[in-house]
């Protein structure tokens, strides 16, 4: 167990909906991250947030957004669903910026379908 | 930009054994994180072990070895008296120490299987 929880832990949805996927990091830990799994990219960067502010930005669609609340968790919101957004959702927290060597760990995983 | 090769998608290897998997990276950086991550079955994505660039000696974690060749730009992992729970997908990631984040760049992973 990492110690970053995500839920849901599976969601099904049909195209054009709205969708919110949570995740708690580690405790202690300041910065969280959002990644894509997907079959045809792989494993991509959304998101960076540190301490509430947004610190990186990857291949990141401007139909999905996402924000780190003051407790630190932080929310993907996936908007305006697509067949092609059906992936596996990560979310990491770590250390970042204190710390010798950036570590980041992960979450279990939204596994997100559209249909 | 960075890159992260893993050429080969899938190896095989007998239970006991040793078995070394490769990856290679680009990058103009001198600092940097490099990471072996699992990704079993169950998908949960669970670090191997981690190098800093700026030390020579070749990190180790049990029956987890690396070989970091910064000036070849390598870093192969090598599994040790291979056991069947090492089934799994193997990603190589990289992470810079330069700039005002943090984000790691993967490679796109090769399929280990463990044979009994």
């Known amino acids: 167990d990492s110690g970053v929880t995500q839920t849901p832990k599976h969601l099904i949805t049909a195209t054009g909906q709205r969708v919110t996927l949570r995740c708690s990091p580690r405790?202690?830990?300041?910065?969280v991250y959002w990644y894509q799994q997907s079959l045809d990219q792989g494993l991509q960067f959304l998101i960076q947030?540190?301490?509430?502010?947004?610190?990186a930005k990857g291949n990141i669609l401007e139909r999905f957004s996402a924000q780190q609340f003051p407790d630190l968790h932080s929310e993907l919101n996936l908007s305006s669903l697509e067949l092609g957004d059906s992936a596996l959702y990560f979310c990491?927290?770590?250390?970042?910026?204190?710390?010798?060597?950036?570590?980041?760990?992960f979450g279990p995983g939204t596994r997100l379908t559209v249909l | 930009a960075q890159t992260v090769t893993q050429s080969q998608p899938e190896m095989s290897v007998q239970e006991a054994e040793t078995v070394t998997l490769s990856c290679t990276y680009d990058?103009?950086?001198?600092?940097?994180?490099l990471f072996w991550y699992k990704q079993p079955p169950s998908r949960q994505m669970i670090l191997v072990i981690r190098?800093?660039?700026?030390?020579?000696q070749n990190a180790t974690e049990n029956r987890f070895s690396v070989n970091f060749q910064k000036a070849a730009k390598s870093f192969s992992l090598k599994i040790s008296d291979s056991q069947l729970g090492d089934t799994a997908m193997y990603f190589c990631?990289?992470?810079?120490?330069?700039?005002?984040?943090?984000?790691?760049?993967f490679g796109k992973g090769i399929t280990l299987s463990v044979r009994p």
């Open positions: 990491a927290s770590s250390t970042w910026p204190s710390g010798i060597a950036d570590t980041q760990y």
């Open positions: 405790s202690g830990d300041l910065s």
């Open positions: 947030y540190y301490n509430g502010e947004e610190r």
């Open positions: 990058t103009s950086e001198s600092n940097y994180y």
């Open positions: 190098q800093e660039a700026y030390k020579q």
């Open positions: 990631a990289f992470n810079s120490l330069a700039g005002a984040n943090s984000k790691l760049t």
